[in-house]
């Protein structure tokens, strides 16, 4: 997959993208990022990429032919495929999800915006962007921070880029559920114990204490997901011995 990054603040991806899996996937030929400087696209004196907003008010509103000109330059650049997705960082945009990440996986060629200040020109949203997304109901300074979260969610999900052990099917959210508690050595640490049973080395008895903390956990922590999860036979009846145990809530 080929990641185009445009910002205004290039120098903010370089500690992360040369990190662990972002790394590790970069070296494997599995992902090819390049960040770029959305100054380059500018035309005057200055490199201006915002001006103040029509209509008045405070703050600055970024300029929409710098972010053009570099999509015009990149979009079907560097790559077999011309990007699919070109993708605007905006506290507007739709909720990044597992689902989305999923979605994003499957293509050859993304383009992320990242916007500041006070926001983007709207044409560029209506006109360019195909796809807006948000990561959360919280305001950051910058779409940098909310590329870098997408980049790494959607590189984890691609062939390879995990090692054998940290399977990403295995993940919380792929069964929609949270995860069960883990625990390591030692077995008693400041008085608090492991569960007897992840000692017993009853593989079966394990499984299912490990499936029924993690309905516990959701009812308890995102009835939300609970609502829309999948559940078996075994999970109903799991949850039925939790309400028994709990009561109502
Ligand atoms: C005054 C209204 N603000 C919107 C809530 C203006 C504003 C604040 C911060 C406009 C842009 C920004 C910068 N943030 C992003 O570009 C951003 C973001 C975010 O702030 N939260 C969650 N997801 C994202 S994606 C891009």
Known sequence: MRIDVVTTFPEMFGPVLDA?????????????????????WTTDAHRTTDDSPYGGGAGMVMKPEPFFAAVEELRCAGSAECAEEIILLSPQGELFSQ?????????QHLM????????????????????ELSIGDYVVTGGELPAMVVIDAVARLLPGALGAEEGAETDSFSDGLLEYPHYTRPAEFRGWQVPDVLLSGHHEEIRRWRRRESLRRTRAKRPDLLRRAPLSEEDRKLLAEIEEEEGGV
Request: charged share 30%; glycine share 6%; proline share 0%.
């Open 20 to 40: 662990s899996i972002l790394k590790r996937a970069r070296e494997a030929g599995i992902i090819s990022l390049s960040v770029h400087d959305l100054r380059n």
């Open 99 to 107: 689902h989305a990440a999923r979605e994003l996986s499957s293509r």
């Open 112 to 131: 992320l915006l990242c916007g500041h200040y006070e926001g983007v020109d709207e044409r560029v949203r209506q006109h360019l962007a195909t796809r």
